[in-house]
Structures are given as structure tokens and as C-alpha cells.
């Protein structure tokens, strides 16, 4: 397989309305840093025409792009491993169909990987999301630099870049579930972080809900850290301590008062307090077992139905 200089990771799902303009200032950005490279779209199981305009894009370009067409939706992180297994740069950007990350600046994060750097992370000078989004994804911020120690400053913003030697470790790793950016932080020897421009999205509205990003998060935590588990373990000794105590003071109240029924309601209280927080952590415990069971079948992360790519030349 032909080495090159750069390899650019586009997930693509549902994004007809804004691939045209995505073409245009994309091409032009890679052409413009004056090395050899390549787009890999990977078209996630799009029901609109966006395979349609990928597959017309490839005839426009034949030499600089390359088309992954998944034959159902697996997801962005899926869409982007499959991009990674597929790629032939020494260096590889991942970036947003939807414009929101301006492909111009591809360019800042090559050049602060020639300072020695091998994975370069960005972070959005004026994110233009909502208030309660920009807060929300703060709080997620921090919270997960507390559990994981993993430090990313804007986890949501897929413009990244990646040395081989990180690309190839995470091929290597082979986790149904995971997120990118925090385990390539886990194997760069030497990462950074650079401000980016933001814009808003050129066309179409964003795939993520309220539930997948908390979805996110918590695929993220718990696949980087025990600490959930711990922390729970810890809360669990805690309680009990207290709830023997409490038990040690009725029966000592009992003896010296006799019996009573004004703290039956106190009773039911700490009782279905004690019952949320033991169903919370069968729900914990199951989120670790379901990511084993995920893992063990060993079932293919994704299935690709064709591949548009211009055959090397002997």
C-alpha cells in the first residue's frame, strides 16, 4: 500500500445539503498545503443522496478521494475506525462533514505536529452551539477528567490529527466501544491542543441528542475507568456502616422507650432511598458486564458494502 503524507477521515450521514459546500473549501485547504494526500468519506447508511454526491465527488477526484460505503449505520466513532484501517497517510486529520470545523484550518494542526507533537486536539475559540449545551459540555469536561485523567479540553470537536503511530495502536485495539480522541490521548507519547475557528453548520441540523452525548459520556467513563465502580463500592460501605448504626439506635430505643410507630414513615423513606441507590448500581455494574458481553461475541464493528478508490499503479 502506497504510504502518503495526509490522510483526511470524513464520517458522512445524511449531509446532502451540505456536501457541495464542504467539497468546495475542502479540496482547495488540502491543496493547498502542497503535499500528497487523500479524503476518505465514509458514508455511515445515509437515506438521503449523500452516497449518491460521494460517488460523484470520487469521479470528479479520482486520484485524492476515496468512498467507504457502509451497508447500515454504525455510528460517527465506527465510521472514523474504519477510516483509520483504510488509510495510507503518515499523518491523519479527522473532521466534520457539516462545516462546523473550517477545513482551512487543517493547516494549524500539521504545522504544531511539526513541532514534535503526535496527536494535536482542538479547541473552539466562539462555539456557536446553544448556552445549555456549551455548559453542559463543561461540566462533562471536567467530570471526566476527574474519573479518567484523560485531558481534553473540548471533547466534542473532531477536528483532530494523529501521527501513524497512533493510528496503528488504535487499530490494534479492538473495543466495540470506545472514543476516539481519549484513547489516542492514552497512547500519544507527546500530545497538544491548538484553538480553532467554529462556524456554524452549513446545512442540515446535528445528529447528536440530548441522549446520545450523555450516551457518549458515559461510554467514555466507563471505558477508561474503574472509578464509577469503586466510587460506588465506597458509598456502598459507607451506607451500611450508617444503616447499622441506625439499626443499633432502634434497638437501644426500643429497649429504653418500647415500642412505637411515629418513625414507620422515616422507615419507608430510608428504605426507598437505600433501594434507588442498590438499583443504581445493579444499573452500573450491568453497564461494565454489557460492554463485556458486547466485547466476547466478537461480532465485525461494521460491514462495507463497496469501496471507491482509484486502483495504485504498478
Not at 145 to 169: S, V
Not at 232 to 238: D, P, R, V
Not at 264 to 293: D, K
Request: net charge neutral; proline share 3%.
Amino acid at each position: 500500500m502506497k504510504v502518503i503524507a495526509l490522510s483526511v477521515v470524513v464520517p458522512v450521514y445524511n449531509e446532502e445539503q451540505g456536501l457541495h459546500a464542504l467539497f468546495e473549501r475542502l479540496y482547495p485547504a488540502c491543496d493547498a498545503l502542497h503535499v500528497d494526500y487523500e479524503i476518505i468519506f465514509i458514508n455511515d447508511g445515509s437515506t438521503d443522496r449523500s452516497a449518491a454526491l460521494l460517488r460523484e465527488q470520487f469521479n470528479r477526484r479520482p486520484e485524492c478521494t476515496r468512498v467507504i460505503l457502509f451497508n447500515g449505520n454504525f455510528g460517527q466513532h465506527i465510521a472514523i475506525m474504519a477510516g483509520f484501517e483504510h488509510s495510507r497517510g503518515r499523518r491523519i486529520v479527522t473532521l466534520d462533514a457539516d462545516l462546523q470545523n473550517p477545513p482551512e484550518e487543517i493547516g494549524k494542526l500539521l504545522a504544531k505536529m511539526d513541532e514534535g507533537y503526535d496527536y494535536v486536539g482542538s479547541v473552539r475559540k466562539q462555539r456557536r452551539d446553544s448556552r445549555w449545551r456549551h455548559y453542559a459540555s463543561r461540566a462533562m469536561n471536567r467530570l471526566r477528567e476527574r474519573i479518567t485523567h484523560i485531558r481534553m479540553t473540548d471533547q466534542g470537536c473532531m477536528l483532530r490529527a494523529y501521527d501513524r503511530t497512533i493510528i496503528d495502536a488504535i487499530n490494534q485495539s479492538k473495543e466495540v466501544n470506545t472514543f476516539i480522541p481519549a484513547l489516542a490521548y492514552t497512547y500519544a507519547s507527546k500530545p497538544a491542543e491548538i484553538e480553532v475557528e467554529h462556524e456554524e453548520r452549513a446545512a442540515g441540523v446535528s445528529k447528536y441528542s440530548v441522549y446520545s452525548l450523555i450516551r457518549l459520556n458515559f461510554d467514555l467513563v466507563t471505558g477508561f475507568s474503574i472509578v464509577p465502580l469503586q466510587t460506588f463500592s465506597f458509598f456502598g460501605i459507607i451506607i451500611s456502616l450508617l444503616a447499622a448504626l441506625f439499626v443499633v439506635f432502634l434497638v437501644i430505643r426500643r429497649i429504653v422507650v418500647g415500642p412505637e410507630v411515629e418513625g414507620v414513615f422515616t422507615l419507608f423513606a430510608i428504605t426507598f432511598l437505600l433501594m434507588g441507590i442498590i438499583l443504581f448500581g445493579i444499573g452500573l455494574l450491568g453497564e461494565y458486564i454489557g460492554r463485556i458481553y458486547q466485547q466476547v461475541r466478537q461480532r465485525p464493528r461494521y460491514l462495507i458494502q463497496a469501496i471507491l478508490e482509484q486502483q495504485d499503479q504498478a
